[in-house]
């Protein structure tokens, strides 16, 4: 039988354990059994983010938690600094835009991410700026920022650190205290291994300082109405319960296998990836390339809306085409969640069999055979 | 074997053959089937609220959409009146108040709708009055607002009418357009018979043209950002697509069950439960009972946390309790979406079995017959 496999960073596939689980006949979330279970979800996110601290729950995609998070931590007083390496950092500064917060941007090219320069250079500049946003993982762009180095900075300048960790966190590693990041935001589609739906946040004790001081106009996006509901499991609003029990699910499973196993898994299929991209002629995009998505560039000569449709309605392999002005220009290759070594070898033979139906010119099985050895060798 | 029945006022039941569905494997939003997807929920939505108007899907709870419609109609400049009759009504108060909107209350005592007259007194009070949010369907409160009333009402003096339609919509007669009726929401957990996790708005022309002339700072919840999808079937965020498959699936059967019939047989439903009430002397709280749920008073010398239990623990009915004051003295039954008559027999027959254990005196069986009278005459 011909299989379907969803290779886009996000959403990915879902485990049919997980999806038959969340057909479970419907139950109310004020009961105790919603709340032993969304406690449950909040303890397994600490372990997720690597934090002791909060960690809420928001029902929405993953830009309503990353607008709690970001309105909640920049009352007027405040300002912040949004370096844009792609889509996803744009929008964090339209959402400042949208709520008028000060703030002050840096177009960084595609295909780099942040480096601690950037950010030093802008504070330096500007010592208003207490504030810095920027994106783990540039799913857009499938470029890697130095978190770490970041957070770092940010402690010795007093700054809070925001960072979109929606494709980064339960893929690469995240050490959120260890690190001293503030706070950290992923959604359910990704590496969780779950549908659309959900937002997580874990928010440090700083951001939490500077979240119930604030005195932004927002509701839904409050992320002070949904700090009470980690510890006693009650959501603000009627929340996607049949979602959260997947997430359950979801995040056993991954304390089961281990992050530290799944972060090295995570960057051996891209490693695979790349090396496969290298061995058939193919340029990987970014400069600075992250594990959780790869990105090649569309040779030249081929048709990269051919490209898609051949790995899709031949093979079954759904790959992302690339965003604003790498429409059309790149193909990306998720690394997220439900997906092994074998569905990664599955692909890049049928990159290799759909380039050579397009008229590519490389040695045949050369993808296949690098990504081998790399899996040889973890 | 024992068996479960959600008769909550929402979450609701969710028929079995939707559950399974949304066991898809997962799929992307980006793509042509999940825009015609969207394109069909989005048509089927017109149908529900009986609207030519745009009906945008927002991934969040209800109070996400009505956020969003509640923001975009009222930017300064604008004044809304906000009846409070319950905790919902409430709940659109306190929304304008975390934005900072200009609005007035008046607290309307519990069990009673909103009544034409009280729209009347607050505009002829205070001409700024130029938007109303009223509730269709009291959830808390299990109470009836007479919203064709209020629309005319509101046509004459010129105002937008905003109406929360969450335990309405799908379940009485709610007919947007015919009585002009500005904007309607609704949440997928109720009428829809869905798990929570999306909010639903139908916006008129007149309301398009205040959300389009609005300024409103807010991002993840402008409803401006959502009005494209319903047109191209994209969401602006990663939407909830495993729900919104579910979402067909209800707005097929409710289509093809038709409106009429299922607002007739709600009617019944709740008819039912209210005569079966009278005949065992237990009161309806409401003044104005809504069609969707019904409230009925714990009689003195009963036990409302032994009663709930019982009817859940022993018999499998999981009814609600009541909200704010109501807690301890109210309980109440859904007659939303995957529910039928039948069921509502069950309950009526395990509301008075449980009585009967608690130790009330009434005529065992006198609730079942007067239901069976009025099943026999619809």
Not at 43 to 53: A, H, P, S, V
Not at 198 to 225: H, P, Q, S, V
Not at 335 to 360: C, K, N, P, Q, W
């Amino acid at each position: 039988m011909k299989k379907f496999r969803l290779f886009t960073p996000g959403p990915t596939m879902v485990p049919e354990d997980i999806l038959l689980a969340m057909a479970h006949p419907i139950f109310h979330h004020r009961t105790p059994e919603h709340r032993e279970m969304a406690i449950e979800v909040c303890e397994l996110l600490q372990y997720l983010f690597q934090t002791k601290g909060h960690c809420p729950i928001v029902t929405g995609s993953g830009t309503s938690a990353a607008e709690a998070v970001i309105v909640g931590c920049l009352s007027p007083g405040h300002k912040a600094f949004v370096p844009r390496n792609g889509k996803f950092a744009e929008r964090w500064a339209k959402v400042c835009k949208a709520f008028n917060i000060e703030h002050t941007t840096k177009d960084i090219e595609w295909g780099y991410g942040v480096k601690v320069d950037d950010v030093k250079q802008a504070m330096d500049a500007d010592p208003k700026i207490d504030t810095v946003i920027v994106v783990h993982s540039e799913t857009s762009t499938t470029t890697y920022t130095d978190v770490e180095g970041i957070a770092k900075l940010c402690r010795e300048r007093d700054a809070i650190l925001i960072v979109d960790g929606i494709t980064a966190v339960g893929a690469i590693p995240v050490k959120m205290d260890e690190w001293g990041v503030d706070a950290y935001i992923t959604g359910s589609q990704k590496a969780l291994m779950l549908p659309p739906g959900l937002g997580f946040a874990a928010i440090g004790e700083r951001a939490w300082n500077r979240i119930e001081g604030g005195n932004m106009a927002c509701y839904y996006t409050d992320i002070k109405a949904y700090k009470a509901s980690v510890d006693t499991g009650d959501a603000p609003y009627t929340p996607a319960n049949t979602l959260i029990l997947g997430t359950r699910m979801a995040l056993r499973k991954i304390k089961e296998q281990g992050l530290e196993n799944i972060w090295a898994e995570t960057a051996s299929m891209a490693k695979a990836m790349r090396e496969a991209a290298a061995a058939i002629g193919v340029q990987v995009f970014a400069k600075d390339p992250v594990d959780s998505v790869t990105g090649l560039l569309v040779p030249e000569g081929v048709d990269e809306g051919k490209l898609r449709k051949t790995m899709k309605a031949k093979h079954g392999f759904h790959i992302a085409g690339g965003q604003g002005d790498l429409k059309g220009k790149m193909v990306r290759f998720s690394h997220m969640g439900y997906v092994d070594r074998f569905d990664t070898l599955g692909a890049i033979s049928a990159l290799e069999l759909t380039l050579g139906e397009l008229g590519f010119k490389f040695d045949m099985g050369a993808g296949v055979a690098a990504a081998q050895k790399v899996f040889s060798q973890s």
